[in-house]
C-alpha cells in the first residue's frame, strides 16, 4: 500500500513542475529530490493511514481535526512561502493519478472487507491532500532551521599561513 502511495507521486506529472518551481524559488534550499521524498512519503502515509481506517473503522475526524489542526499550527512558524507551497502541494498530490488509482483501490479493499463504501473509502482523497501540507511545511521548517544555524555559526576562514602541512 505504501508502495503504490510512494510511485504514485513518482508519476504524477504535476508534481515533477512544483519540485522544478519550489526549487527555482527557494534558491536551491530545497532541492527537486527533497520535495519528492517529502510528497512521497506524504501519501505512502495518507494510503497507510488509510487502510488502517478502513479496516478498523475509525472515524475520518481523527485523522483530518489533528491534522489540519497541526498543519494550522505549523503556519505559525514557518515562512509564508512554504506554507503556500504547501497548500499547492496538497492540491498537487491528490490529483488524477490519486483519484484514479488509489481511491479505486479503497473501494476494493471496502468491497472485499463488506464495510460501508460511502463512509469509508472516500475519506482517502482528504487524507492525501492534507499530509502534504505537513510534510511540506516540516520541510521548511527545517530548512529554516538549517538556515539559522548556518547563519549563527559563521564558517572560519583561514588564511595560507594558518594552514599547517605535516607531510
Aim: overall charge neutral; hydrophobic content about 55%.
Amino acid at each position: 500500500v505504501a508502495l503504490m502511495g510512494w510511485f504514485l507521486v513518482a508519476a504524477e506529472p504535476a508534481v515533477h513542475t512544483l519540485t522544478e518551481q519550489v526549487e527555482e524559488i527557494s534558491a536551491g534550499a530545497v532541492s527537486t529530490k527533497t520535495m519528492k521524498l517529502a510528497l512521497s512519503v506524504a501519501v505512502s502515509l495518507s494510503m497507510v493511514l488509510s487502510m488502517v481506517r478502513i479496516q478498523t473503522g475509525i472515524s475520518i475526524l481523527y485523522f483530518v481535526f489533528p491534522g489540519y489542526l497541526f498543519a494550522l499550527v505549523l503556519t505559525f512558524f514557518v515562512p509564508p512561502v512554504f506554507t503556500a507551497i504547501a497548500f499547492d502541494a496538497g492540491g498537487v498530490a491528490s490529483g488524477p493519478m490519486a483519484a484514479t488509482f488509489m481511491l479505486p483501490f479503497a473501494m476494493g479493499v471496502c468491497m472485499a472487507k463488506e464495510t460501508n463504501l460511502l463512509t469509508e473509502a472516500f475519506g482517502l482523497v482528504s487524507l492525501v491532500a492534507m499530509l502534504p501540507l505537513i510534510t511540506v511545511q516540516l520541510v521548511g521548517l527545517f530548512s529554516q532551521i538549517k538556515k539559522k544555524r548556518g547563519q549563527a555559526a559563521p564558517e572560519k576562514v583561514y588564511k595560507d599561513t594558518d594552514i599547517i602541512e605535516l607531510f
